[in-house]
């Protein structure tokens, strides 16, 4: 398979990169700080912060971590935050302080939220005051001794700061009342640190830089073991692949979907920001009308996002009145991008909808589709640089070109392994180096990837293999379709069927309308049996479908 990328970075690819560039992320943050310090590093609700600001508020913090509260480098820190200028500044003030970020979803329950900090040895957390009732239910069961609370409005302008948090807290009343005895501000943090007694650690390249928890839609949450290797060398695989496609200091780029997840830490926080780009950050995207209101002021050159965040946009009645003449590339990821998102979100803006593909476990990039890329091609793209892709069976043997088989990747951006999880991390490493990553594919002769399903999503209809992917796509293409998912369900003759499940986007849709349209596209065993109309379907905090909550719960038989 070797001629394959030699094919193509002879076509200007990029081929390897050198990972041994940097030693560390804030090896990175110091050249960035200084390279763009005056230039603009983040945007919130009004308020923008310079690089040269986020550098001095980030030194504080990382100051208040090592000589306020004692923390040693290697020490982890949970961070639970939505998109506010508050998390750039606490991740980037934890990072340089040679101590662990462990992300933490501010929509977490309870349980979810004792579940990680206890998993991690979390020992300080800054968490948003609209989750703090939750660590106040749990903090006793988990090994947190230090807690800074932040409100949403912390670090805008004033008078919007007071506004913002006073809403919210008591007309809103959005902050539940919690109790937090010893807890400090944020804001009272930030302006008694000294950044000046900041002492620099050693880092080191294999040093932890995150504990990147899978999200438990596979199983158990796992920590993924993130090296300041892993991140520095994704974030240079991500910089190679768009370097000729952006300005140097110039992009503007649109980040809804949370910093705390891989995809958009790696991809806009850290690669964005290692070429001087501000990031504009959307706390709330699923409010569509006032995302697309926001849009309305920036002439954006960048967007990142999933499927089901492209198509809202695409069915926001103002979207297509935004100006997209600076809008230079569209980035998505997180799930597979369906062609008529695809073609309609060329259509609208005039710019294609690149389709990238990782998970947690690589950092996030392993493959991606060229920057020339001037239509959607149904593939993943290519194997990033210094990235080896091969698709093998369940035996893991490599299988031929065009076979179907579970794709494996190995690379500099593979994870160290799942924390405190040896048996779980030899089932997914090979013997030869690769991870193996559950989803199944298929590579062609130009070594162009295509991502046919989740292993455990894989339907058995009869004997045939069925993929829920393949089902969405076609059901996605009927104009009065907002969103699908497909899922198995046991089935006396067939062993299982395929159901779908729908949201209408006009209310006459039928369930005949749509069974005849899937007639017209999919052979016989793999057009659905069951539908569903729903007006809602369940999501991850990435706005990604989450299948198995569809699924029917089996209760066993009491014995």
């Not at 934890?94 to 206890?118: D, F, H, I, S, W």
């Not at 504990?211 to 199983?219: A, E, I, P, S, V």
């Not at 070429?275 to 009308?289: E, H, Q, S, Y």
Request: glycine share 6%; net charge neutral; hydrophobic share 40%.
């Amino acid at each position: 398979m070797e001629k394959i990328w030699v094919k193509n970075y002879e076509k200007g690819v990029p081929a390897e990169i050198n990972p041994l560039e940097y030693n560390s992320i804030p090896h990175i943050l110091e050249e960035v700080f200084k390279r763009f310090s005056e230039k603009p590093a983040f945007h919130n609700m009004g308020t923008t912060l310079t690089y040269d600001q986020l550098r001095v508020a980030s030194l504080k913090f990382a100051s208040y971590l090592q000589n306020e509260l004692g923390l040693k480098k290697g020490s982890r820190v949970a961070l639970m935050m939505p998109n506010i200028l508050q998390y750039p500044v606490c991740l980037f003030g934890v990072l340089q302080a040679g101590m662990v970020a462990v992300n933490v979803n501010p929509l977490y329950t309870a349980r979810e939220l004792e579940y990680q900090l206890k998993d991690s040895g979390a020992e300080a957390i800054v968490i948003f005051a609209n989750s703090a009732h939750l660590l106040d239910e749990v903090q006793s069961k988990t090994p947190i001794k230090h807690v800074v609370v932040t409100e949403i409005g912390d670090l805008l302008n004033f008078p919007k700061n007071f506004i913002v948090n006073f809403v919210l807290k008591y007309v809103k009343k959005m902050v539940p009342t919690y109790s937090l005895p010893g807890s400090v501000p944020l804001t009272k943090v930030l302006a008694t640190a000294d950044y000046t007694k900041f002492v620099k650690p050693n880092i080191d390249r294999m040093d932890l830089a995150f504990l990147q928890y899978t999200g438990g839609t596979t199983g158990v949450s796992k920590g993924a073991e993130l090296t300041h290797h892993n991140i520095v060398s994704n974030l240079l695989q991500a910089r190679a692949w768009i370097i000729n496609k952006i300005k140097v200091g110039e992009e503007i780029v649109i980040t809804p979907l949370p910093l705390y997840h891989i995809f958009s830490l790696t991809a806009n926080c850290l690669a964005f920001s290692s070429v001087g780009a501000l990031n504009i950050l959307i706390t709330n995207p699923r409010d569509i009308k006032g995302f697309v209101k926001e849009l309305h002021k920036w002439k954006f050159t960048a967007i990142t996002g999933v499927n089901t965040l492209f198509n809202g946009l695409l069915n926001n009645p103002e979207f297509s009145s935004l100006d997209f003449s600076h809008l230079n590339l569209t980035l998505g990821g997180g799930m597979a991008v369906q062609k008529a998102v695809a073609e309609r979100w060329k259509q609208v803006t005039g710019v294609p909808l690149i389709e990238a593909y990782g998970l947690t476990e690589t950092s996030p990039a392993a493959c991606m589709n060229p920057m020339t890329l001037s239509a959607f091609n149904g593939m993943v793209g290519l194997p990033i640089s210094s990235t080896v892709i091969s698709i093998k069976d369940d035996d893991g043997k490599d299988l031929n070109i065009g076979e179907v088989g579970e794709i494996c990747i190995k690379g500099p951006q593979v994870m160290r392994g799942y924390y405190n999880r040896p048996d779980e991390t030899a089932k997914v490493m090979t013997l030869d180096g690769f991870f193996r990553t559950g989803d199944i594919g298929v590579m062609d002769h130009d070594g162009y990837v295509k991502i046919v399903d989740r292993k455990k999503d894989m339907i058995i209809v009869s004997g045939f293999n069925v993929y829920p992917n393949e089902i969405e796509d076609v059901i996605a293409t009927h104009p009065k379709v907002f969103e699908s998912a497909a899922i198995g369900v046991n089935d006396e003759k067939s062993g299982e069927a395929v159901k779908v499940f729908v949201v209408k986007k006009d209310e006459t849709l039928s369930e005949d309308e749509l069974r005849e349209h899937c007639k017209k596209f999919l052979t016989g065993y793999k057009i659905p049996k069951f539908y569903e109309f729903r007006k809602e379907l369940p999501k991850s905090n990435v706005g990604k479908i989450l299948r198995k909550e569809l699924r029917p719960i089996v209760v066993k038989p009491i014995d």
